[in-house]
């Protein structure tokens, strides 16, 4: 799939659920640190157009930049 069908697809599951993609924002750093197994992770909150939720990232992570 190109990205441009990929892009379309996800905008019509985004539609259906309700979700306003001109709310979308980027992921925000908290500035809050948390081990999550063996890996220290960084919690950032993003806000879906509506659905707000948290992300922990593990920068060291095996292959976290392909990821």
């Known amino acids: 799939m190109n990205m441009n069908d990929a892009k379309k ?18 992921p925000k750093a908290t500035g ?3 081990k ?4 220290d992770t960084e919690i950032y909150e993003f806000n879906l157009g509506g659905t ?6 593990a920068k060291d992570f095996p292959d ?3 990821i």
């Open 52 to 57: 707000t939720g948290k992300i922990w990232l």
């Open 36 to 39: 999550v197994g063996a890996w």
């Open 32 to 34: 809050k640190k948390e």
């Open 9 to 26: 697809q996800a905008e019509a599951a985004q539609k259906v659920a309700g979700i306003d993609p001109g709310k979308i924002e980027k």
């Open 64 to 66: 976290a930049q392909a």
